[in-house]
């Protein structure tokens, strides 16, 4: 497991010490995204944290909202984390208030999202890498 989702774990539990705990791991590319999210859930796990993991190819928002995050926030364990994965939809204007915590996930050129909390190069998986970037002057819809 590469260093930056231990770093990214890490970080998060820092931030969301307690409860249950929603983060979204999302791009450009919705199965890229997948094997992430599964990174990442791996060094949540890692710490002894319950991990639960969804994946959604399309970003529905209220599918997500009925049958998954309403699910995880009347039944998980009082400390849990929600980890899930899929396209930039998970980011829309209406959605992005669900997450405690985002993560975006890049490749080669691609634009960054304004809203992640944590950006991360997979452009070589083996040696995925955290870009740090000041958006203070762009319009939060830059990289949507």
């Given amino acids: 497991m ?23 791991v999302a791009g450009a590319d919705a199965e890229r995204s997948r094997r992430s999210a599964d990174e990442l859930s791996a060094a949540l796990s890692a710490t002894g ?7 959604t190819a399309d970003g529905d928002e209220q599918a997500l909202r009925t049958e998954v995050i309403a699910p995880f926030r ?3 364990e009082s400390e849990s984390v929600l ?5 930039s939809a998970l980011l829309s204007e209406t959605a992005r208030g669900m997450w405690h915590y985002v993560v975006w996930q890049l490749a080669d050129d691609e634009a960054p999202h ?4 944590a950006i991360v190069d997979v452009t070589d998986p083996a040696n995925a890498k955290r ?12 990289g949507a």
């Fill in 83 to 87: 980890v899930v994965s899929g396209p």
């Fill in 131 to 142: 870009r740090f970037a000041d958006y203070c002057a762009l319009p939060a819809s830059f």
């Fill in 114 to 117: 304004t809203i992640a909390a």
């Fill in 49 to 55: 944290l319950q991990v639960e993991r969804v994946h």
């Fill in 2 to 24: 590469a260093d930056v989702w231990t770093d990214i774990s890490s970080e998060f539990l820092h931030l969301y010490p307690r409860g249950r705990r929603l983060l979204a």
């Fill in 74 to 76: 009347a039944t998980a």
